[in-house]
């Protein structure tokens, strides 16, 4: 694709060369909102303690009218989530309603970015990283979070995944961008080298997703970080939702935060015809930032691959394609490995018993991700999915 069309794409839906992430880390807010920034610098000790709700209900009101730029308002809806999600889960038992304070920015900022007012991979991951050594290239080893609720390695580290498979998303984008030109100007030579890149990506995200356990423990996980990044949707702990003081009388449901979130895994559903019944991966959108989801409606309705290739009847093209899904299958089938480490081992542990491959399957699948869905289900399910649409399947 000519370099200006798909500039003039990645400006109109909030892309960069790095996908989804901001090319550059987002500053924090200015002075004026000081006393909110030093309050989420120190979330990891506070939540520790048992102090986060006292800190929040000193503050004075967030002027949210202040903020100027999309970088702004981004880092809001940064310090905002973290904060309420802390002022929740900090203590027990989980507060049941948001003070004015924090509920109303939350959700004029929230309606600005076009995205649902509770954490989300967006505040935690696409809007929260940092390098280190600026001198040195974009990689997993050279990233580091902006701010954390626990501050542990693990949490950290947790978030850093994600956040470099993000950016190998954005070679992911522009090689879709290319296929989508392609196909109109029926250029199969174009759209083989493309898959081939595209398989070439999905792999390195299957790369970096294996490191998850190098300095993400379990137990600290399970133990110290899955509270915070719960929601108030499917929440034996919030059975009847959150109030939002000031915002509206009627309790509010949301999922917790989760990888499903992210817009890349949609798009790449979306270009391989990968379907899903699950009406949690539509609802799901609602937890991305809206030029990304609005990107996804793009790609469903301009990137016709699956039928343009089974058209053509090459094989090479098709292979390139099943190639691709086949990765795909790979990646979410390393993310079930990751599940079951983290949340399905630690839910026998805590209930102290023993999980072997001879009860594994007699166990009830009752285990929630932090987004509040039945996890085993849902994870086997996207993987027979993935697995499904494979042509000639």
Known sequence: MASNRKSDIFEKYDLTEYGFLTMTAIPKLSESFDEWEQVVAHLPELNKNHLTRAAINRLETFEWSQLKDPWQWKRAYVVLTLLTNSYVFSESPPATKIPSKLAVPLVEVSIHLGINPILTHAAVDLYNWDIIDPAKPFGLDNLKSVSLMTGTRSEEWFYLIMVAIEKVGGNII????????????????????????????????????????????????????????????????????????????????????????????????????????????????????????????????????????????????????????????????????????????????????????????????????????????????????????????
């Open 174 to 393: 522009s090689n879709i961008l290319d296929i989508m030109d392609d196909i109109q100007r029926n250029h199969h030579g174009g759209i083989v080298v493309a898959l081939q890149e595209i398989n070439s990506s999905l792999g390195k995200c299957c790369d970096i997703i294996k490191r998850m356990k190098e300095n993400c423990k379990p137990e600290i996980f399970w133990n110290n970080l899955r509270p915070f990044l719960a929601g108030w949707k499917n929440n034996d702990n919030l059975p009847n939702g959150m109030i939002y003081e000031d915002v509206t009388p009627r309790p509010l449901e949301f999922f917790g935060g989760s990888a499903a979130q992210s817009s890349l895994f949609q798009v790449i559903d979306a270009v391989f015809g990968i379907k899903h019944d699950s009406e949690y991966f539509n609802e799901i959108r609602d937890y991305m930032p809206k030029k990304h989801r609005e990107f996804i409606k793009f790609v469903e309705k301009n990137v016709k691959l699956g039928e343009y290739i089974k058209d053509s009847n090459l094989d090479a093209l098709n292979k390139c394609y099943n190639d691709c899904i086949k990765t795909v299958e790979k990646f979410r089938k390393l993310h079930y490995g990751l599940v079951y480490t983290y949340i399905i081992k630690m839910v026998k542990k805590e209930k102290g018993e023993t999980l072997t491959e001879e009860n594994e399957e007699n166990t009830e699948s009752s285990e929630k991700g932090t987004g509040g869905t039945d996890l085993r289900s849902f994870l086997n399910q996207s993987i027979e999915d993935t697995k499904d649409s494979q042509l000639g399947s």
